[in-house]
């Protein structure tokens, strides 16, 4: 049976009646009719697309999506909500890849920030210099990241933290993290941002830095949409490497694996410019959707020792050179680097892509799966970061044991470790206490039906890490109660809950998060 909803946007001004499977009807008065009344989409393919996402698991319908074309309409569309005596919720959604329905606004209004992108009039991606910072680009909220590859590289230059798949937004992975690689080294990429603009919750357009205005600004990186949709970051560039030397190790034995990945992210001198690990455990985690690396001819012996050993750990680091020239150089300094490494002798392999292909890595997987209607199943992901003191037990326990009893883990699993000291703790983002932690992150994809098997695994995990003490803390977060957000964010729960208060104070931005619940 169909049920009617109704409610108030902006009291007497606007009104929308809601049957709310099948039709929404939406009066705007005289004075919207020429700014934001003709943005409000409601046919029901929008309606479907806004309310499902890469996750492919949580659904929930908003009423409308709004079609940006300015910031302005963005900060009129909130002046809306903030104004009204009983606020709607509002979701920006950049790409829509998050996996729990955090871009989602149920009963609300999803601000479509691939719209934006299309529709947008200014600049939206822009290098500059400037003699105290060096060099910087200002994008919008709204890009992807390939994007800003692309136009930062016609300059020389590029960002130097990323992600590990760049069709993502900025104003997403900003809201997040946005971790990869280079994160041991060059910070996640909220420490690479020097300012942000943002329309907070009540509608107020800020520009904010370390300096200016620093409360918004550290709430907003990290901040899961809870403070302001962000329109421009400035984020700092450096010359870009034009080949990337990239290589893997195989291990069988964890406890060396970390060892060997823990020394190369605290090597002074000959640095690394990226390093991440995962499991081999399977013939189909060999070669896999993020990369395609090892030959062909070495397949069988890399399976016939999984089928040894359960579980293989691979290393994998990249180092960037700028010519030619350099080649030789980068090869000598790794040979001396791999030496007294604890993988198995004789399986290192190595590669020299261009630095584009190799940022771009995860893109040819991604066509290939979206060729065979492999890419919108759902994904029920656990992304976790580990203290670096318990991640053998982790290993012990989940790795040897959850996972190899279960049997269901057909996805990829990364593991890999990070330097504290290049993270911000003013920042929202959630990190151990721990000078270095890992990530782990269970990349699952699930069929139509048995993705209950991969969220039963989650869970199992999540209980064993609580029984037995291991502080982990997830990563693209996903907490149904706002006791286990308390818990979550730990002694920053109380600045997190102050900023809430300071910058949306009627809990209207990015409902999905799940945290404050009033109009969920
Ligand atoms: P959405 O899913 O659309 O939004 C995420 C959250 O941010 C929502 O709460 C939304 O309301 C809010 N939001 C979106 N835009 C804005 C804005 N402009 N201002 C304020 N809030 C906003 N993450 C990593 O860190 N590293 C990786 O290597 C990595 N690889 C990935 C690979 C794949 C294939 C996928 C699907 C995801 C990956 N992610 C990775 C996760 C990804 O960073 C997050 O899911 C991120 O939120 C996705 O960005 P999005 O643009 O799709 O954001």
Known sequence: MAKTHTFFIYSILLHITITKTEQCKILLPQQFDNTISNKFHNDPATIQHASNDYGNMVHEFPVAVFHPSSIQDIITLIKISYNSTVPFSIAARGQGHSTNGQAMAGDGVVVDMASFRKERKEV?????????????????????????????????????????????????????????????????QITNVHELDVITGKGDFVTCSNKKNPELYHAVLGGLGQFGVITRARISLEPAPTMVKWMRLIYSDFSAFTKDQERLISMNGVKLNFLEGMLLMHKGSINNWRSSFFPLSQHSRIASLINKHNILYCLEFAKYYYDDQSEKKVDKEIKVMVQGLGYIPGLHYEKNVSYVEFLNRVRSGELKLKSQGLWDVPHPWLNLFIPKSQILDFNAGVFKDIILKRNITDGIVLVYPMNKSKWDDRMSAITPKEDIFYTVGFLHSGGFDDWKAHDAQNKEILKFCSEVGINVKQYLPNHNIQEDWKNHFGTKWKSFLQRKQMFDPKMILSPGQKIFNKYY
């Open 124 to 188: 939206a991606i822009s290098v500059s210099e400037d003699p105290m910072i060096g060099y910087y680009v200002d994008v919008g909220g709204e890009q992807v990241w390939i994007d800003v590859l692309y136009e930062t590289l016609l300059h020389g230059v590029a960002p130097v933290s990323w992600t590990d798949y760049l069709y993502l937004t900025v104003g997403g992975t900003l809201s997040n993290a946005g971790i990869s690689g280079q994160t041991f080294r060059y910070g996640p």
